[in-house]
């Protein structure tokens, strides 16, 4: 019956995708006929050709560079075009006006102009770069928050220089993501986006899925080196992005170099020291980046490999046994393929083993109830692009994903709960083997002319995925003191055993169309609307997904209003789709030593809105989380330095996976429910101000005002990324994500002293929330209503950039070093990150674990 079901929905999905390519068929040619009537002489085009000039005066065309024109002015569309083996580009079939077009390229000035065309002109506008320095480099970035008009979404961008200058201890990407105002990075480390955790988001690597398969967490990693821009949606506006009913990230890579350079970054490695004696390697992080033309003007190639050693000490816990190991290794190979100017083929393959020790531990949780984490995985893609004659432009993105991953507890011995912590071994082994496949084609017609000016992009996403493995437990003691384990007295208070082979598998299929418009209707208006029709194996059958946003200018430019509206639909998690096959739990609950009354066996089942333990009906969930979120915004350039953004975003989530465990009023059987009847809420206001006093420094500042609210048992945070020991009956209520205020400062400062550059980062906010628990871990009170201190974190960075040229030797030309320091808490705020929750420990309501300045120096070369 299932095969029957799953066949159905494609079958309906197939249907729908063939009806939205017929109206797009007939929907291009009411356009072309439009277009075709007008005469030839009414159309201009652009040509030219991207050059560089060396060291002793000789020109050369450089290939594959990416060249692109955005107008008619002011800037509401955009295309773009690849340079040829001649470094040649070309725009036909322009209507008349005025275009601003640009390109970039590491290691030059970026380079833009203006260009008006007139009807029937074939102009000629060559693109000569200049070789810039690493400063000037980054001094250019700050440009890019300069107010875009052609623009409807609320986006926040991490730049490929701000990666490189910004004091981040890890090359992670959650890191680099918690820049971001409405990215909250929370104690246990996991990313929350408008609320939600990043199980609920989506991580988009060139347009395609690149998250753990079975959790949805942002668990591959990416290395810096090969990251052209990171961008945070605030509400996505575009249908061509699903899968989320969070927030949405995506990245750009950059295209491998073309000419041959390296660099070297952190090669030297940090030791530490205790009492004044050496005691060993503290971390060791190379990363070596190298790259250039295979074949010129046809094939390029770049190579990134990171190798990364660390030995983090957590505050609370006594040396040697208050440390975390990490062992990982990262290659991340890109080639690019130039068949023609109109023709351009990226591959990459991204492998990313892992080995963590103890990730979980703090104050209250030893080194010995911790667990290990171990990751193995490679994913690859492809990206296919190639415009037509026409002006049509065909993309297509494939990509394969092997992602294995497994934790370990430290040993068999019982897990023992108490007021002060846990003791014992972790009670939880996972494995997991894991594959995902997606095929993206999409097609965007050039702009047509009616109305104003229409840019129309259309495409189907397929994805699959599926995993197999198993989750193995022991058994759990809940204490009312901290006994040693297993001892014969009055502190047990409740003992949990698992029974079931826990062996685990789950797939899912999904076909998504969408089409979208971008419509320009006068220089100071734009408006986007489209939709995402998606059929899945598991959740919903069918879901449509509108979305619109407009940006409209009062001002001649200097004033840009936003607002949009949209649906979105999440993935349904395999975690999900597998829960009844997850071992049962067996509570016993004691007195005095002895059981009270019998013990009671908890069934895993999926109990969709509206079905009861008696009547659960099919294991397979029929629903998928959606979430309606709206926002709106203006930005202002003040003057011509001072820009100032004022927005507000609503965003509501309803079909949630929660977990809820129902004891029996009568009998021994009771259920671990899964249902989908969880909701969450969260509203944001934020004003942010862009300040640039000269062309050597780039500030923003930024305040956010939040609320979060939310189911408090979330399938992710029960299970994600280990299984929640003691699970609680489900409330609803302050979200564990909730920071009412923040404000986040920072930016790069060039000095007028000896070369120096400053990158500091100010970080203030609100304290995170905890729970009161009694001794079986219940509620005391309201959920949450309890917070940790007022966070506060300085963190900067100094760094110079020194060009190297060795008399006599000309291949020393244009190496550079940068060396630099930086320090996380400069400080030394006493952030902690621990708090004692349980109501009968003498130590109630204490905090521990306070984090303390960590100073360290960076160190690369290239060229």
């Known amino acids: 019956m299932r095969y029957c079901r799953n066949t159905a929905k494609f079958t309906a999905s197939l249907l729908h995708g063939r009806l939205l390519l017929a109206l797009a068929i007939f929907a291009i040619p009411g356009f072309a006929q439009r277009t075709s009537a007008d005469p030839q002489a009414l159309t201009a085009s652009l040509a030219g050709r991207v050059t560089v000039t060396t060291g002793e005066g000789a020109t050369n065309n450089l290939a594959g560079i990416t060249v692109k024109l955005m107008g008619p002015a002011p800037a509401s569309s955009s295309s773009s075009a690849v340079t040829d083996a001649d470094g040649r580009y070309e725009f036909t079939h322009l209507a008349p006006g005025s275009y601003t077009t640009e390109t970039s390229l590491e290691g030059f000035k970026p380079w833009t102009a203006t260009v008006t065309l007139t009807p029937g002109r074939a102009a000629v506008l060559d693109a000569p770069l200049q070789i810039s320095t690493i400063s000037e480099q980054v001094e250019v970035q700050g440009e890019a928050t300069d107010i875009a008009t052609q623009s409807v979404s609320a986006t926040s961008t991490v730049s490929e220089k701000q990666l490189e200058a910004l004091p981040l201890r890890t090359n992670e990407l959650s890191e680099a993501l918690s820049l971001s105002p409405s990215v909250i990075r929370t104690q246990e480390g996991k990313l929350n986006f408008n609320g939600q955790t990043e199980s609920q988001g989506m991580l988009l690597v060139d347009s395609a899925e690149n998250v753990d398969p079975v959790a949805g967490s942002f668990a591959i990693p990416i290395p810096p080196g090969v990251i052209q821009s990171i961008q945070v949606f605030n509400t996505p506006d ?242 009312a003191e901290g006994t040693s384990l297993n001892a014969v007295d009055g502190s047990l208070t409740e003992q949990i055993n698992f029974q079931g082979a826990g062996l685990l598998k789950a797939t899912s299929e999904e076909i998504s169309e969408f089409a979208e418009d971008r419509w320009t209707l006068t220089s100071s208006l734009s408006v986007n609307f489209g939709g995402r029709l998606t059929s899945q194996t598991i959740g919903r059958s069918l879901a449509f997904a509108p979305r619109g946003g407009l940006a409209y200018s009062p001002r001649n430019g200097k004033t840009v209003i936003r607002a949009g509206a949209g649906v979105l639909y999440g993935h349904v998690p395999l975690l999900a789709a597998g829960f009844a096959e997850n071992q049962e739990r067996v509570i016993t609950m004691y007195s005095s030593g002895l059981p009270v009354g019998p013990a009671i066996t908890l069934q895993n089942l999926y109990l969709p809105a509206g079905a009861t333990p008696g009547s659960p009906g099919s294991q397979d969930p029929s629903s998928t989380p959606r979430t309606f979120t709206w926002n709106v915004e203006a930005e202002s350039a003040v003057r011509r330095n001072l820009s100032a953004r004022v927005g507000y975003l609503d965003s509501h989530t309803r079909d949630l996976f929660i977990v809820d465990p129902m004891l029996p009023t009568s009998g021994t059987v009771g259920v671990l429910a899964l249902t989908n009847t969880g909701t969450s809420q969260y509203r944001q206001a934020e004003f942010t101000v862009h300040y640039q006093p000269s062309e050597r420094a780039d500030l923003n500042i930024t305040y956010v005002w939040s609320r979060a609210r939310g189911d408090l048992n979330a399938l992710s945070d029960t299970f994600v990324p280990v299984e929640a020991p003691v699970i609680r009956p489900n409330a609803y209520g302050i979200a564990s994500s909730d920071i009412p205020h923040r404000v986040l400062a920072g930016g790069i400062v060039h000095l007028p002293w000896w070369k120096l550059s400053v990158a500091p980062i100010a970080d203030v906010h609100s304290g995170f929330p905890y729970s009161r628990l009694d001794v079986l871990q219940n509620y005391v009170g309201t959920p949450n209503s309890s917070r940790f201190p007022t966070y506060f974190s300085l963190d900067a960075k100094i760094y110079r950039d020194i060009t190297l040229h060795i008399p006599f030797l000309d291949s020393s030309k244009g190496r550079k070093i940068r060396l630099g320091v930086f320090s996380l808490n400069a400080t030394n705020h006493q952030n902690p990150h621990d708090v004692f929750y349980t109501v009968t420990s003498p130590l109630f309501g204490q905090f521990a674990g306070f984090q303390r300045r960590f100073t360290g120096i960076t160190l690369g070369v290239g060229e």
């Open 238 to 479: 575009s249908s061509e992005f699903g899968g989320f009913s969070g927030g949405l990230t995506r990245i750009e890579l950059k295209a491998p170099p073309p000419a041959w350079r390296y660099k070297i970054y952190d090669f030297v490695p940090a030791f530490r020291a205790k009492n004044g004696d050496l005691v060993g390697l503290a971390n060791m992080t190379p990363r070596f980046e190298f790259g250039g033309p295979l074949v010129q003007n046809k094939y390029s190639f770049s190579e990134n490999l990171t190798y990364e050693f660390r030995r983090d000490p957590v505050r609370g816990l006594s040396w040697p046994f208050n440390e975390t190991y990490k062992r990982s290794f990262n290659s991340f190979t890109e080639l690019q393929v130039t068949f023609s100017p109109r023709h351009v083929m990226n591959i990459n393959i991204n492998f990313f083993p892992q080995n963590l020790q103890f990730i979980n531990i703090n104050t209250l949780v030893p080194q010995s109830a911790s667990v290990d984490y171990r990751r193995r995985g490679v994913s690859a893609g492809v990206s296919d692009s190639y415009q037509l004659v026409s002006g049509v432009i065909l993309n297509t993105v494939v990509r394969y994903t092997r992602f294995d991953s497994s934790t370990y507890a430290q040993g068999p011995a019982d897990m023992e709960i108490t007021p002060e912590g846990w003791r014992g071994n972790f009670f939880n082994n996972w494995a997991r083997k894991a594959n995902q496949a997606e095929i993206l084609p999409t097609a965007q017609l050039p702009t047509k002319s009616w109305y104003g000016h229409h840019d129309l992009k259309f495409g189907i996403d397929i994805l699959y995925r599926t995993y197999g493995g198993d989750s193995v437990s022991h058994p759990i003691q809940v204490r």
